[in-house]
């Protein structure tokens, strides 16, 4: 079992960046699969971006692709997301997620951090 805290949200004008972060603990960090999701408020919560174990493989959903960046540091068992070039449609809540295996579904989330980005 993991524990997921996120960190990092704020305010921010479009065009602006944040960097958002996602401290676990419990089970050995490396071991999950790890990815980042949002929830805008009245929509469905969507796929940002996605790293595998060791970090070698990221994975994006094509509406921030080259605006967003996913790391991760197991030796601090922390995940990232680098966001840059914010615009007022990625405002939401930002939740770190992990899972096992590489595909199926996310077992562990974290509380979420919010984003707000103004125009």
Do not use: H
């Not at 704020?10 to 602006?16: E, P, R, T």
């Not at 070039?85 to 899972?99: G, I, N, Q, W």
């Amino acid at each position: 079992q993991v524990q997921l805290v996120e960190s990092g949200g704020g305010l921010v004008q479009a065009g602006g960046s944040l960097r958002l972060s996602c401290a676990a603990s419990g089970r050995t960090f490396s071991s999950y699969f790890m990815g980042w999701f949002r929830q805008a408020p009245g929509k469905e919560r969507e796929f940002v971006a996605a790293i595998s174990w060791s970090g070698s493989n990221t994975y994006y959903a094509d509406s921030v692709k080259g605006r967003f960046a996913i790391s991760r540091d197991n030796a601090k068992n922390t995940l990232y997301l680098r966001m840059n070039s914010l615009k007022p449609e990625d405002t939401a809540v930002y939740y770190c997620a992990a899972r096992s295996t590489a595909a199926g579904d996310y077992k562990y989330w974290g509380q979420g951090t919010q984003v707000a980005v103004s125009s």
